[in-house]
C-alpha cells in the first residue's frame, strides 16, 4: 500500500494480520550554528534547517481515529513541530506490543532521526501529508 497520507497509515495498520502499535517522533527545524548565507537565507524562508527530535509517542491504531487527534495531543506539550515520523511494531497473537515495548524503539527512532537516516520512517507535515525530505 502506498501510504500518502496519516490516514492511509491508520487504514494500513488496521489491516494488518497482527495487532500494531504506531511510533511517533515529533520533530522540528533548528538553524544550525554554523550554517552558512546561504543556508541561513533559506531556513528564513521556511526551507532546510535540521531536523531535532522533541517529543514522541506511541499509540495503538484504535487510540487515534485520525491525525487532528494526534495534533491535538501533541499541543498539550507546548512545543512547536514540523514533522512527525512514523513507524510501527507488529504484535503477536493478536496483542499489539505494550508502551514499554515501543521505548527501545521510539529512542532508536530518536537516534536515527539525528544521524539523518530517514529511510524507515514516514515523515508527515503539520496537515497530516507524507512528505519527502531531501
Known sequence: MNISSF????Q????????QRLLFVFASAELPADATPAQRE??????????VP?????????????????????????QAWQVVFAAAMSGTGGLAPSSEAAEAAL???VEAIKAGNLGALIPFDRHGEAVHLG
Request: a negative charge; hydrophobic letters at 40%.
Open 42 to 51: 533559506r531556513f528564513f524562508a521556511g526551507q532546510g534547517g535540521a531536523l
Open 7 to 10: 490516514d492511509d497509515l491508520l
Open 12 to 19: 494500513a495498520a488496521r489491516q494488518q494480520s497482527e495487532a
Open 54 to 78: 522533541i517529543m514522541f509517542v506511541d499509540k495503538t491504531p484504535d487510540e487515534l481515529n485520525c491525525f487532528a487527534d494526534l495534533v491535538e495531543e501533541s499541543r498539550q506539550f507546548g
Open 107 to 109: 529512542q532508536r527512532m
